[in-house]
C-alpha cells in the first residue's frame, strides 16, 4: 500500500478486523511509543516535531520487525492482563455459583414434587390400563369399590 503524505498505514499493518483485539493493543503499544518520541523531541528541542522530524520514527515503525515487536508486546500484555484478572474473575463466577445455587429445602421440596407426579404418573398409566380392558366405567367401579347406575327418565 502506497502511503500518501502525511497518512500511516501502521493501523492497518497491525489490526486485522474489528474483533483483533491483539491488533488493538499492538496498535495502542504503537501510539504510545510515538506520544513518548514527541515528548522526548519536545523536551530536548524546544518545540513539536514536523512530519519531516517523525519520518525516521515513521520509518522504524513500519518496519517489519517493528510490527512483530508491536504485535509481541500486544500478546505479552494480554497474558499478563488475563494472568492478573484470572483470580478475580474465579472468585467473582464462584460467588455467582454460590448465589443461584439452590438451597437444601428447595432441592427437598423438588424432589417431593418429582416423587409425587411420578407416583401419579404411574398411577394414572395404571387406571388407563385397566380401563382398557374393562372400560372406563368398569375400571372406576373396580377401582374404588362402587356401582355406577345410570338414571333414566
Given amino acids: 500500500m502506497a502511503e500518501k503524505k502525511g497518512y500511516n498505514f501502521i493501523y492497518s499493518k497491525l489490526v486485522s ?8 493493543i499492538a496498535y ?7 506520544i513518548e518520541t514527541i515528548r522526548e523531541f519536545e523536551k530536548k528541542n524546544g518545540h513539536l516535531p514536523t512530519e519531516q522530524d517523525l519520518k ?3 520509518d522504524l515503525s513500519n518496519s517489519e520487525s517493528q510490527i512483530k515487536f508491536y504485535k509481541d508486546q500486544a500478546f505479552q500484555l494480554a ?3 488475563l494472568s492478573e484478572i484470572e483470580p478475580e474473575i474465579s472468585q467473582k463466577i464462584y460467588q455467582d455459583i454460590l448465589k443461584k445455587k439452590p438451597s437444601f429445602w428447595y432441592g427437598v421440596l423438588q424432589g417431593l414434587t418429582a416423587s409425587f407426579l ?7 398409566l395404571f ?4 380401563s382398557y380392558n374393562q372400560g372406563f366405567e368398569g375400571a372406576v367401579e373396580n377401582f374404588f369399590k362402587i356401582k355406577i347406575e345410570h338414571v333414566r327418565d
Fill in 127 to 130: 387406571f388407563f390400563t385397566l
Fill in 79 to 81: 497474558q499478563y492482563f
Fill in 56 to 58: 525516521p520514527f515513521q
Fill in 17 to 24: 478486523g474489528e474483533g483483533d483485539i491483539f491488533g488493538a
Fill in 118 to 124: 411420578f407416583v401419579l404418573a404411574v398411577g394414572v
Fill in 28 to 34: 495502542s503499544v504503537y501510539k504510545s511509543q510515538k
